[in-house]
């Protein structure tokens, strides 16, 4: 990390909200600050931004339209959502429009706060001083279509197998798709292959599967999860968010051409990925608010650890 | 003496009628209540058919039908016009031997037996004459099956009415009861509405209180670490302590110094004057929610309709920010309206609610007025969104109506709300135009008797 402070712009409608984060953050990073979405997009676009942290609920743009068109101006800008309330909708915008690094509540824990916003900063500044020496190639260019990508594998955890089929009629024959019945089976999957997209549909808000997908992150962080439910819980999606990064959150049934461009983005994400290990940080999650393996049972645990054992391998 | 039935008719009458035996949806027809009345011949003499009046076995018939060969019903002769042959001075005899066609009425009621009793009853309606002499006669496809009496079309229209009216009686009921389920959900769903707003109202405060109060509580421990260590070095200097250990001292006080930040310090006042500011905005928050729900307040009671007003507006204004909204509030003198408030209130959120959501551009405008007028109180709410379309304008104080996405929209909204209204008396009324927006004015009378509500 370079000395320079990093610039974090903040975005809500409350004077007062920018001012106590302007007076948090002051010495920690150079602050622009506007009440207008407007204005926040333009800024992005003048000035180097490393962080863009943002209120949902504006007059005008909201939150999520801010991010989008932050992300497609500025890809290595990092993205967070600072919000007092936000319905399960914006939620899934924030993640399958804006892909935001974190979504935090307000009131806010001022320290925490400050963690992730730098973590967030330094992530961002990397990725500003990698493009400027790899010269003007854009961070999100679709790489080509090279031997491994069309390798590229994809595991569906998907009880009644309705989705897997789909999957695999939505992707060309190339990509391998491997059905799951059930987490210790799709564990076993990881294990022993080199799974690049992970879709796993998720019908308990405290059930396995949403804490095995938070740990398979920290295990395999190149490895991009697709989550299809019809739970409309925004606790559930709050923590897929911070500590799972989920990829795309799709309301079930997702309609077809939604879950096919998730399937193109993740794999084309994850090519990104393993070319520019650099850009897996983007990616890094929280820890968990509690621990998991309290539910999980001892198949599961098993299975749990061959994956470790695995991953270890492979990365040593 | 009897008369055999007709040969061309035997077969017919040979099986009596059935009980009637209907389900309750169907519409009933005449069949159910055919008599195999045994026609009479035309050429049967008076005197014998007179003595088919004496047999029991038609006791209960007014009048018995003339009937073809070919099996045409040709006509009936009635009890009645017997009766006033005989009474005539030489009735019998001059009338008894000749047959029954002279006396017949030619033009009895012919129904066909799939007639239905609603169509029997209005054709006997109009057909019958007082009194009542004649019953009538059944037809298929043109031919003698029967007779029926009107007295048994009389009983099934009767207990049809009455299975009716019992059966409106248990759709009244359970419509009651599922209007009941409406309000409660269109309440719910208000409520949620509500509530999300609120939950963002507060927490937008609540942010910058807690940042606030944090970030002065470590100005403030870092400040009072100074004043201690520069009272210790002022006392070092004069007590007169050892040079080298006020030296110390003031380095310490230096180091110290380094940390405050002069210009946290005076920050800290601008960032207590927020505090104060956000904590007064909570503060105001949870005295309108109570104010709107009225929680500790029950029934009617004189209410300031502008002060219902100032809360709803208040309460609506998440939704009137978030969409950008400018609000024109022009409240006008207005005497104490006698009201149920929680349920005015009900009303207020949901014109203002409505009037938001109308508005689909940037340029959001909603006026909101009161008026006194001729001992009434007025509101208008007037916004400048999309409008209402013509054909929809007359439903949209119907139940169930909605023109929102599904999910958004009970439908109910509306229904409830002149339900309140004209409970209490009052009159609520709609005028808009497509692209131009609409306008709500609720009137109420100072003086309310107000009903319990639904």
């Known amino acids: 990390m370079s000395d320079a402070l990093p610039c974090v712009l903040f975005v809500d409608d409350e004077e007062r909200i920018l001012r106590s984060l302007r007076m948090l953050f002051r010495g920690r990073a150079e602050i622009l600050a506007t009440t207008s979405g407007r204005e926040a997009v333009e800024l992005v676009r003048s000035h180097r931004v490393h962080v863009v942290v943002s209120d949902q609920r504006m007059p005008g743009m909201t939150g999520v339209d801010v991010l989008r068109e932050v992300a497609a101006c500025s890809p290595p800008t990092m993205r967070i959502l600072l919000t007092g309330y936000a319905d399960l909708d914006a939620m899934t915008a924030s993640v399958n429009e804006g892909e935001i690094y974190r979504f935090v509540e307000k009131p806010w824990d001022a320290q925490r706060l400050i963690a992730t916003v730098e973590q967030a900063a330094r992530i961002a500044m990397d990725e500003f001083d990698a493009q400027a020496s790899r010269g003007a190639e854009p961070m999100a260019a679709k790489p080509a279509v090279t031997a491994e990508r069309a390798a590229a594998h994809v595991l569906v955890l998907d009880e009644d197998g309705a989705i897997a089929a789909q999957v695999r009629e939505l992707l060309p024959p190339a990509v391998a798709v491997t059905r799951a019945g059930d987490l210790e089976s799709a564990l076993e999957a990881l294990a022993t292959q080199n799974v690049a997209v992970m879709i796993a549909q998720l019908s308990s808000a405290d059930g396995d599967v949403a804490d095995a997908l938070k740990q398979l992150k920290r295990l395999r962080p190149a490895m991009l999860a697709i989550v299809l439910s019809s739970l409309r819980d925004s606790r559930l999606l709050l923590g897929l968010i911070n500590e799972g990064q989920v990829f795309r959150f799709l309301l079930q049934p997702p309609p077809r051409e939604l879950l096919r461009r998730a399937l193109i983005a993740a794999l084309e994400r994850h090519e990104a990925l393993r070319t520019q290990t650099r850009l897996l940080r983007r990616h890094d999650v929280e820890a968990p608010a509690r621990a998991p393996a309290a539910t999980i049972s001892a198949r599961v645990l098993g299975a749990w650890r061959r994956l470790r054992e695995a991953t270890v391998a492979r990365i040593a | ?454």
């Open chain 2, 1 to 454: 003496m009897t008369v055999a039935p007709h040969p061309a008719l035997s077969a017919n009458l040979a099986t009596p009628t059935q009980a009637p035996a209907q389900r309750d949806d169907a519409p009933i027809e005449l069949s159910t209540l055919r008599l195999p009345t045994p026609p009479v011949p035309p050429d049967t003499c008076v005197i014998d058919v007179a003595q088919l009046f004496l047999d029991a076995n038609y006791a209960g018939l007014l009048s018995l039908p003339i009937v073809a060969a070919d099996g045409a019903p040709v006509g009936m002769i009635s009890r009645y016009e017997l009766m006033r042959v005989f009474l005539q001075p030489y009735g019998r005899e001059l009338f008894g031997r000749r047959p029954i066609s002279v006396l017949m009425n030619h033009a009895p009621l012919v129904l066909s037996v799939e007639t239905s009793i609603g169509d029997a009853a209005r054709a006997i309606a109009q057909h019958i004459r007082s009194p009542i002499t004649d019953d009538f006669v059944l037809v298929e496809n043109g031919r003698y099956v029967g007779t029926a009496l009107v007295l048994d079309v009389l009983r099934a229209v009767e207990g049809r009415l009455a299975d009716r009216s019992t059966e409106l009686e248990r759709a009244y009921v359970r419509l009651k009861s599922s209007q009941a389920q409406l309000v409660q959900s269109e309440k719910m769903a208000s409520l949620g509405q509500m509530v999300a707003g609120l939950v963002h109202e507060i927490n937008t405060p609540l942010g910058y209180v807690r940042n606030n109060v944090e970030m002065t509580r470590g100005v403030l421990a870092d400040a009072s670490q100074l004043i201690v260590a520069q009272q210790a070095a002022l006392d070092a200097l004069l007590g007169g302590d050892v040079v080298a250990d006020a030296q110390a001292r003031l380095d310490e006080v230096e180091t110290l110094r380094l940390r405050v930040d002069p210009a946290a310090l005076d920050d800290t006042a601008a960032l207590l004057d927020d505090t104060l500011h956000g904590v007064g905005q909570i503060g105001d928050l949870v005295i309108n929610l109570k104010d709107f729900s009225r929680l500790d307040q029950a029934g009617a009671q004189k209410a300031d309709l502008n002060h219902l007003v100032a809360s709803a507006l208040k309460i609506a204004n998440h939704i009137l920010r978030k969409r950008g909204i400018e609000v024109v509030h022009q409240p006008g003198e207005l005497p104490p309206v006698e009201c149920a408030p929680a349920q005015i209130n009900q009303v207020l959120l949901n014109l203002l609610t409505n009037a938001a959501q109308a508005i689909e551009h940037e340029r959001g405008r909603i006026v909101v007025a009161t008026r006194a007028v001729e001992g009434r109180a007025m509101v208008l709410i007037q916004d400048n969104g999309k409008g209402i379309a013509a054909e929809n304008q007359a439903r949209i104080f119907d139940p169930f109506f909605t023109t929102k996405p599904v999910g958004e929209g009970t439908g109910m909204g509306l229904a409830i709300s002149r339900q309140i209204i004209e409970q209490h008396g009052g009159a609520i009324r709609m005028t808009s135009s497509v692209g131009q927006g609409t306008r709500f004015v609720v009137v109420l009378p100072l003086r309310a008797v107000v009903r319990e509500a639904a």
